[in-house]
Antibody, heavy 118, light 110 residues
Framework: QVLLQESGPGLVKPSETLSLTCSVS????????WSWIRQPPGKGLEWIGY???????KYSPSLKSRVTISVDTSKTQFSLKLSSVTAADTAVYYC????????????WGQGTLVSVSS | QSVLNQPPSASGTPGQRVTISCSGS????????VYWYLQRPGTAPKVYMY???QRPSGVPDRFSGSKSGTSASLAISGLRSEDEAEYYC???????????FGGGTRLTVL
């Protein structure tokens, strides 16, 4: 069974950079798309982007200018950095594994709430 | 405003059949697979239908999916109280070059 676990600060100040890491266990990091998805409180799901195991990335056009997703295959981890955050970035952030179809998120982390506040 | 359009709510009584729709465009639903996710409060979403109409193991056969043109739907027959949850559709969008979700449909079992 593949397990994903998000980690990182639960509180970030406005204008700073949100940084999260997702640790993967129970399976290979190769040949999959490792994604970040967020959900503001009481709202729907928003895809942030993904990193392929070889380092290739795709980002949501609405967040592209502020997002960096990277992978460390030696540690079986991948990371999210979101810069210049505002209160609108307050959300539960999920990491997930996807296959070739794109939205085929078979495995998810439990999610971590990140609040943006001074 | 979500790229894929879902009704915000749906409801039914136990035993009834309920259908949740997901409307998109040629660049997403019209040309790519649709996935459906079920999310219960405080938990991560779980895939309930993949590639339009394929049911993952463990999902009851009361659930079925279909797609026609730029619309997809998730049908639940023999509605049960445990089906009460939020349902999301998702697809790849060729124009946006990314994954798009519907806004979610809250299903209530009366």
């Amino acid at each position: 069974q593949v397990l994903l676990q998000e980690s990182g600060p639960g509180l970030v100040k406005p204008s700073e950079t949100l940084s999260l890491t997702c640790s993967v266990s129970g399976g290979s990091i190769s040949n999959y798309y490792w994604s970040w998805i967020r959900q503001p409180p009481g709202k729907g799901l928003e895809w942030i982007g993904y990193v392929y195991y070889n380092g290739n990335t795709k980002y949501s056009p609405s967040l592209k200018s502020r997002v960096t997703i990277s992978v460390d295959t030696s540690k079986t981890q991948f990371s999210l950095k979101l810069s210049s955050v505002t209160a609108a970035d307050t959300a539960v952030y999920y990491c997930a594994r996807a296959g070739q179809d794109g939205p085929d998120f078979e495995f998810w982390g439990q999610g971590t709430l990140v609040s943006v506040s001074s | 405003q979500s790229v894929l359009n879902q009704p915000p709510s749906a409801s039914g009584t136990p035993g009834q059949r309920v259908t949740i729709s997901c409307s998109g465009s040629r660049s997403n639903v019209g040309s790519n697979y649709v996935y459906w996710y079920l999310q219960r409060p405080g938990t991560a979403p779980k895939v309930y239908m993949y590639r339009n109409s394929q049911r993952p193991s463990g999902v009851p056969d009361r659930f079925s999916g279909s797609k026609s043109g730029t619309s997809a739907s998730l049908a639940i027959s023999g509605l049960r109280s445990e089906d009460e949850a939020e349902y999301y559709c998702a697809a790849w969008d060729d124009s946006l070059n990314g994954v798009v979700f519907g806004g979610g449909t809250r299903l209530t079992v009366l």
